[in-house]
C-alpha cells in the first residue's frame, strides 16, 4: 500500500484509494493475444511491485470457455516475473468469466461477479475498471452491454473504461464510434489508449521541453531547421499479413504513435500538468496541420531479400498467404507535415516509420540551422537534439568540438545521457504497465481526448482515402535495408542535412 500511496501523492492532490476501495479490474478479450502478451504481464508486475491497491480484483472475460488456470497457463510465458509464489499469489486475484460480447446474458453473469467481489470485501467506495482488449468492430456493442448491465452511477462508486486502437478507419468512422461511446459514458470515463504515450522517453519529452530553460529560446523556427521522428521495426508483418493489409503502416503507427510524439515535441507550453490542461495544447497545434496530400509521402513495401540470414527475411510482404497477390498496401512511410504558427512555420515535420528493416529504433531528432558566418571552412556539421526513444533510452546533443591533439579542426561529438548508464538499478516499467496504472488512478494525460482524436483523422483521411483507392502506389525495398531510397531525397528536399561524419560510440554496456 504505501508504493501506491506514494505514487497517488506525486500524482493528485489527494488519494484516490482508501484501505476501504474495492477496485475490480476486468479485462475483455482476456483469452486473445494482447491480454496475455501485455495486460496480464503488467498487472502481475504492478501486483508484485505492490502498486496495485490491496483490494484490486482482477476478471477476465471472453467468449472461450477457459479455466483461471487455462488463462494463466497462456499468460505466464510473457510474465517478467518468474517466483512462482508471486505469479501464484496473483493469480488468487483472477477469476473468469464466459459471455458474449453482442447480448446482455455474459455481461449478467459478469455484473453478479463483481457483485460478489464487491460484497466479499464490504467496502462502500467501488472502483469498476474495463480494459477493452478486443478489436473495434464489437466496441459499442461491449460498450453498451456495460453500461446497461455493469455500470454505476453513485457518489461512492467510479467506473471507467480503457478503448484500445484503432479508432475507426477515418474520420467518419471515428467520429462514429466517438459518438456512440460518448453517448453511453462522460469523457472522463474513456480512456483511449497509445502505448506510445506511456515509453519513457516519450513522457521525458514535457519535462525535457519546459523544465530546462536552455531550451526554451531555441525551441522555434529560428533555431530548428527540421524534425525527423522515425519508427523502424527489423521484422516483417509475416503471420498478421491479413490484418496489417486492411490498415497499412499510416494507420497503423503514423496516424498516431507518431503524431502523438509530434505533438508533445510542437505543443506550446501548458498552464499546468493537468491532463485538461496538456490535451488542450496538443488539439491547439493538431488544428495549424494541413491534411496530407499524395505529394507529401513516399511510400513503400517489403520484398524478400535473397541474402537474408531468416527464412523471414527472404520472404516479401506479398508472400504471406493473408495478403492478396496485388496487395498495394504500404509497409514503409515518409510523410512531411506543415504547422502553420508562429513558431513553426517553415519547419518541416518529418515522420518516417517502416517494416522489415535493418534494425529497431524509435527517435525524435531535432536538427537546428547552420551556424552562420562559418570561420571553420565548412567542417562544422548542424547541432542535433536526438531523444531514442528505444532501445536503450537516450538523450544526447550532437555538437562540433576540436579534434583532441595537435590539431585545429573540428569534429562532431556529443553530449551523452544514456539511461542505463546513468541509472543503473533503474527498472523502467513497461508502457503498458505505466498506463494501466494511469487508468486505475484515474489519470488521463497520456490518453487520446475525442476531439483530439478527430485532428488526427482530419490531417489524415484525405491521404488515406486516395490510397485506399489506389492513386499512389508503394515502391519496393529489401527486407532488412534502410527503406525507400527515394525517402533520403525526399527528406534532404525538405531541409534536412545528412553529413554522414558522425558515428554513436556511447554504449559500452
Known amino acids: 500500500m504505501e508504493a501506491l ?8 492532490s489527494k488519494p484516490i484509494f482508501s484501505k476501504d476501495s474495492c477496485v475490480v479490474f476486468t479485462v475483455l478479450g482476456a483469452s486473445g493475444d494482447l491480454a496475455k502478451k501485455k495486460i496480464f504481464p503488467s498487472l502481475c508486475n504492478l501486483f508484485e511491485k505492490k502498486i496495485l491497491p490491496p483490494t484490486c480484483q482482477i476478471i477476465g472475460y471472453a467468449r472461450s470457455s477457459l479455466t483461471t488456470k487455462q488463462l494463466a497457463d497462456k499468460s505466464n510465458p510473457f510474465m517478467k516475473a518468474k517466483n512462482k509464489d508471486v505469479l501464484s ?3 488468487s486475484h483472477v477469476s473468469y468469466v464466459s459471455g458474449t460480447y453482442d447480448t446482455p446474458d455474459g455481461f449478467v453473469k459478469l455484473n453478479e461477479k463483481i457483485e460478489e467481489l464487491e460484497k466479499a470485501h464490504g467496502s462502500e467506495k467501488r472502483f469498476r475498471l474495463f480494459y477493452l482488449a478486443l478489436p473495434p468492430s464489437v466496441f459499442i456493442p461491449v460498450c453498451t452491454q456495460l453500461k446497461h448491465n455493469c455500470w454505476l452511477a453513485s457518489n461512492n462508486s467510479e467506473c471507467r473504461v480503457i478503448v484500445e486502437k484503432p479508432f475507426g478507419r477515418d474520420l467518419d468512422t471515428s467520429n462514429e464510434l466517438s459518438q456512440a461511446i460518448t453517448a453511453l459514458f462522460n469523457e472522463m470515463e474513456i480512456y483511449r489508449i497509445d502505448h506510445y504515450l506511456g515509453k519513457e522517453m516519450v513522457l521525458n519529452l514535457m519535462i525535457l521541453r519546459f523544465g530546462n530553460e536552455l531550451f526554451r529560446s531555441v525551441w522555434n523556427r ?11 521495426e527489423p521484422f516483417g508483418t509475416y503471420g498478421r499479413g491479413g490484418y496489417f493489409d486492411t490498415n497499412g503502416i499510416v494507420r497503423d503507427v503514423m496516424q498516431n504513435h507518431l503524431l502523438q510524439i509530434l505533438c508533445l515535441v510542437a505543443m506550446e507550453r501548458p498552464v499546468s500538468v493537468d491532463a485538461s490542461d496538456i490535451r488542450d495544447e496538443k488539439v491547439k497545434v493538431l488544428k495549424f496541420i494541413k491534411p496530407l496530400d499524395l505529394d507529401d509521402v513516399v511510400l513503400g513495401q517489403y520484398v524478400g531479400n535473397p541474402d537474408g540470414k531468416t527464412e523471414d527475411s527472404k520472404l516479401g510482404y506479398r508472400d504471406d498467404p493473408g495478403v492478396p497477390n496485388d496487395s498495394k498496401t504500404a509497409t514503409y512511410a515518409c510523410a512531411k507535415l506543415q504547422i502553420d504558427n508562429d513558431r513553426w512555420a517553415g519547419v518541416p515535420f518529418i515522420m518516417k516509420c517502416g517494416k522489415a528493416m535493418n534494425e529497431r529504433k524509435a527517435e ?8 552562420p558566418s562559418d570561420i571553420f571552412g565548412g567542417n562544422c556539421q548542424r547541432n542535433e537534439l536526438v531523444i531514442r526513444v528505444q532501445p536503450n533510452e537516450a538523450v544526447y546533443c550532437k555538437m562540433n568540438v576540436k579534434s583532441p591533439g595537435m590539431t585545429f579542426a573540428a569534429e562532431e561529438s556529443e553530449l551523452n545521457l544514456t539511461y542505463h548508464e546513468r541509472f543503473e538499478d533503474i527498472d523502467l516499467p513497461d508502457a503498458y504497465e505505466r498506463l494501466i496504472l494511469d487508468f486505475i488512478l484515474g489519470t488521463q494525460t497520456n490518453f487520446v481526448r475525442t476531439d483530439e482524436l478527430a485532428e488526427a483523422w482530419r490531417i489524415f483521411t484525405p491521404l488515406l482515402h486516395k490510397l485506399d483507392a489506389g492513386a499512389k502506389c508503394p515502391v519496393d525495398y529489401p527486407y532488412g535495408s534502410r527503406g525507400v531510397a527515394a525517402a533520403d531525397e525526399f527528406i534532404r528536399a525538405s531541409g534536412f542535412k545528412f553529413s554522414g561524419t558522425y558515428k554513436w560510440k556511447a554504449d559500452k554496456k
Open 5 to 12: 500511496e506514494a505514487i497517488q501523492n506525486g500524482a493528485a
Open 89 to 91: 499469489s496473483f493469480w
Open 222 to 232: 529560428e533555431r530548428i531547421a527540421c524534425v525527423v521522428i522515425t519508427f523502424k
Open 364 to 371: 525524435i531528432r531535432i536538427q537546428f540551422r547552420d551556424t
